[in-house]
């Protein structure tokens, strides 16, 4: 079955923790992508890969990290540095200038 | 400023109306233009996809618009149905130094009443 995973679906982090979201895609798809998502709000891009080894920040990228090691995983750091982390944060990839498929998301929340 | 415009107010229309939506930029030149559904706690499903090169693009009951002079892309739901009701996405593919990126709007809610 093809598609694009995020796991887990929900995840509760202590303050001054930092926490790993994972995303994988069987798709063969070269660009990924990572979303925020607050409440009523639009989606905000965090980072974004076109290859392997190579990514590039997003809009909002303060107190984020990520890493493209192979070409089905992006996985998503949320550090301590990012004060507010609570929100729902979306994976998504895409073929060269195409549609983007969306992953079911990751609910985070400081607790 | 770079600024992808969706009206924030909900929608709300009658069954069997059309829905027209309106997603605005500024400071963009995108080759592409998409709109996605978003069900509540779910990730958004694309809909549908239009080119700069192109005006109109049609999927059944959904017709986009796309005016590269004013700016603008008009998402149309002709014969609304309740289960049509949801958050509506437009999103912007943008080359910004060699890189492609999708930028999205804020949404629209639209609400179906039957």
């Known amino acids: 079955d093809g598609g694009i995973t995020q796991s887990p679906k929900y995840l509760f982090r202590k303050e001054g923790q930092n926490v790993t979201l994972s995303c994988e895609q069987n798709l063969n798809h070269d660009a990924m992508y990572w979303y925020r998502q607050d409440p009523g709000q639009g989606l905000r891009l965090i980072y974004y890969s076109q290859i392997v080894n190579d990514f590039q920040k997003g809009d909002i990228a303060e107190g984020y990290s990520v890493s493209r090691e192979k070409k089905e995983s992006f996985p998503l750091t949320v550090t301590s540095a990012q004060k507010n982390p609570t929100a729902f944060y979306l994976c998504?990839?895409?073929?060269?200038?195409?549609?983007?498929?969306f992953g079911q998301g990751t609910r985070l929340t400081v607790v | 400023s770079q600024k992808i415009e969706q009206n924030s107010e909900a929608l709300n229309i009658q069954e069997g109306k059309t829905a027209t939506l309106t997603c605005n930029y500024t400071?963009?030149?995108?080759?592409?233009l998409q709109w996605y559904r978003q069900d509540p706690g779910r990730g958004p499903v694309f809909l549908l996809l239009?080119?700069?090169?192109?005006k109109e693009k049609r999927k059944e009951r959904l017709k986009v618009t796309f005016d590269t002079t004013l700016k603008q892309s008009l998402f149309h739901i002709t014969a609304s149905q309740p289960a049509d009701s949801a958050t509506y996405l437009c999103a912007l593919d943008i080359m910004n130094t060699g890189f492609q990126k999708l930028v999205f709007g804020t949404g629209t809610r639209l609400l179906v009443s039957p």
């Open positions: 998504a990839s895409s073929p060269d200038r195409g549609r983007a498929f």
């Open positions: 400071n963009y030149s995108p080759a592409y």
């Open positions: 239009i080119r700069e090169n192109e």
